[in-house]
């Protein structure tokens, strides 16, 4: 599709590469250290998951709680940066505050889901200090935390819409006429059963300008179809795996 009028977190030569939670089949996800392990790899775009501390403080985690990572059954929003940093996960990692990633690795671009209404506004702040606008996208499955961080931004921000969004456009496929408008859409395979990625949903797309980026992949077989069908990007746990499949097909560019 022509790059033209494209978001700068959207503009790459060819097919988009991200390293979902940093690689988290891989690497311990959404740690320094998988974040560290995917630029190592050339990655430059990854995607990740905020969540507010009690302290204000914007920090990198899926879950509402440590358990599962970390092995310690409390809530991000009930702890501080202070208790954060005397939790270690299995191989030694830290939470990560977002500022310190977007300081570390100050051309990397970010893919961020806001897991609660409350980290809306603070998160918005912390793109602001680190002026780091151009390099972000957010989506959300809640489209009023999307809504709150486009107010929030402005018109610069790159943002993908929720099921809505997403259903008006693969309607749109059918010749139904909805109004669509949204930088890029991220999707799943299916939803329900129902295939979402099909060549008349990327023609839908295309026509309108819109790349489509899915998640989650992590086998061959189907990055190789995707890509064949003309895919924008693609989220894999599999970041190594990803880019051996590009490089094969001539279509791997670091980031």
């Not at 097919?15 to 311990?28: M, Y």
């Not at 995917?38 to 440590?66: N, S």
């Not at 069908?229 to 097909?249: A, F, H, K, S």
Request: hydrophobic content about 45%.
């Amino acid at each position: 599709m022509t790059r033209r009028g494209l978001h700068p977190f959207l503009v790459h030569d060819g097919p988009i590469p991200f390293a979902h939670r940093g690689g988290s089949l891989e690497a311990e996800e959404n740690t320094m250290p998988a974040f560290e392990h995917a630029v190592a790899l050339g990655y430059g775009h990854v995607e990740l998951d905020v969540h507010l501390t009690a302290d204000g403080e914007v920090v990198i985690h899926h879950d509402p709680t440590l358990a599962r990572v970390f092995g310690v059954d409390r809530a991000v929003a009930a702890l501080t940066m202070a208790d954060l940093a005397t939790i270690r996960s299995p191989g030694g990692a830290t939470v990560p505050r977002l500022a310190d990633l977007l300081h570390a690795f100050p051309r990397l671009k970010v893919n961020i889901e806001a897991k609660s209404d409350d980290v809306v506004g603070p998160l918005a702040e912390v793109i602001r200090q680190a002026d780091a606008l151009e390099r972000i996208c957010i989506g959300s499955f809640n489209p009023s935390r999307t809504a709150a961080a486009r107010a929030a931004l402005g018109p610069g921000l790159c943002w993908s819409p929720a099921h809505w969004g997403v259903a008006r456009l693969w309607a749109a496929g059918w010749g139904l006429p909805l109004p669509v408008g949204f930088p890029v859409a991220q999707v799943p395979l299916d939803w329900k059963g129902i295939a979402v990625i099909t060549p008349r949903f990327l023609r839908a797309a295309h026509r309108r300008g819109i790349p489509v980026q899915v998640w989650t992949v992590n086998d061959a077989p189907m990055m190789e179809h995707l890509l064949d069908l003309g895919i924008d990007g693609i989220m894999t746990d599999r970041p190594t795996l990803l880019r051996e499949v590009l490089q094969r097909r001539g279509q791997w560019r670091a980031g």
